[in-house]
């Protein structure tokens, strides 16, 4: 079946099956910035926004996201440097597989909670895991992009 998405300001239309889910959708279209992980909607590493809110791309089947707009690290290319800026800064860099999911779901969060509490930070990012970090350089690196904002 045909599906038409917007994908980082572009329309575009794909052909899937109605078992596809997004991440293999996007993937297909050499949107490699979306990484596999668990596939259970466990890890994070997959994130895009839809519609401006953080959501699993490897559990949404494609066809549940016909009609809506999907953003990716892509569309997010001034933000997202200027978090891997901070990331630097403080040690919080590492292999990086993780960094393009935490940084489109931190931009949701910033568009739904002003001025979060370092407790809301913490709970908000819960479902963005990292292999490589104790998640403390991250958050402070995550602090400083927030108030860069102010
Ligand atoms: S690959 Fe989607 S949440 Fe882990
Ligand atoms: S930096 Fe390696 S998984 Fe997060």
Same mark, same amino acid.
């Given at each position: 079946?045909?599906?038409?998405?917007?994908? &980082?300001? &572009?329309? @575009?239309?794909?052909? $899937?099956?109605? %078992? %596809?889910?997004?991440? %293999?959708?996007?993937?297909?279209? &050499?949107?490699?910035?979306?990484?596999?992980?668990?596939?259970?909607?466990?890890?994070? $590493?997959?994130?895009?926004?839809?519609?401006?809110?953080? /959501?699993?791309?490897?559990?949404?089947?494609? $066809? @549940?996201?016909?009609?809506?707009?999907?953003?990716?690290?892509?569309?997010? *290319? +001034?933000?997202?440097?200027?978090?891997?800026?901070?990331?630097?800064?403080?040690?919080?860099?590492?292999?990086?597989?993780?960094?393009?999911?935490?940084?489109?779901? /931190?931009?949701?969060?910033?568009?739904?909670? +002003?001025?979060?509490?370092?407790?809301?930070?913490?709970?908000?990012?819960?479902?963005?895991?990292?292999?490589?970090?104790?998640?403390?350089? *991250?958050?402070?690196?995550? @602090?400083?992009?927030?108030?860069?904002?102010?």
């Amino acid at each position: 079946m045909r599906i038409n998405i917007e994908v &980082n300001g &572009n329309l @575009k239309t794909y052909d $899937v099956a109605p %078992d %596809d889910y997004l991440l %293999d959708t996007l993937r297909a279209d &050499n949107i490699f910035s979306i990484k596999r992980g668990c596939e259970t909607s466990s890890c994070g $590493v997959c994130t895009v926004l839809m519609d401006g809110k953080a /959501v699993q791309s490897c559990t949404i089947l494609s $066809v @549940k996201a016909e009609g809506h707009k999907i953003t990716t690290i892509e569309g997010h *290319q +001034k933000e997202a440097k200027k978090l891997s800026e901070h990331f630097g800064h403080q040690g919080a860099d590492q292999c990086g597989y993780c960094n393009s999911a935490l940084a489109l779901t /931190v931009h949701a969060m910033k568009d739904e909670i +002003k001025e979060p509490t370092n407790e809301d930070i913490k709970e908000y990012l819960v479902g963005n895991l990292c292999r490589c970090t104790g998640y403390e350089a *991250q958050h402070r690196a995550i @602090k400083l992009c927030l108030e860069d904002d102010e």
